[in-house]
């Protein structure tokens, strides 16, 4: 399975940003595909995940500001984020696992789209 993230960028607090993550690769409905994000100087925390079924994961904390779709056609996930704050700030990883909020369920990375919100 092959990730590749988009999306990422400057933005101001309040605002919102759009995060995709396009597939590829073999039986991808069978996957959860999500997000886990890193914060400069803390560690990898998981944002969301989807399955092919619609089923999803969200991290508790985000869940009020952060809505993961899928569209199964096109092999792609995507991640809106609302009201950004700076500690949304960090590197987005697309991810495709098993599912679950951990990090040893994903066995494919992206290569991470970085996020900057300004205050």
């Known amino acids: 399975v092959q990730l590749q993230a988009s999306g990422g960028g400057l933005a101001q607090a309040g605002a919102s940003l759009s995060l995709s993550c396009v597939a590829s690769?073999?039986?991808?409905?069978?996957?959860?595909i999500g997000w886990f994000r890193q914060a400069p100087g803390k560690e990898r925390e998981f944002v969301a995940s989807?399955?092919?079924?619609?089923?999803?994961f969200n991290r508790l904390s985000l869940k009020d500001r952060v809505t993961i779709s899928r569209d199964n056609a096109a092999n792609t996930v995507h991640l809106q984020m609302n009201r950004l704050n700076p500690e949304d700030t960090g590197v987005y990883y697309c991810?495709?696992?098993?599912?679950?909020?951990?990090?040893?369920?994903?066995?494919?990375w992206g290569q991470g789209t970085k996020v900057t919100v300004s205050s």
């Open positions: 991810v495709a696992g098993s599912g679950s909020t951990q990090e040893d369920k994903y066995d494919y």
């Open positions: 690769g073999r039986t991808l409905s069978s996957y959860y």
């Open positions: 989807i399955h092919g079924t619609g089923t999803i």
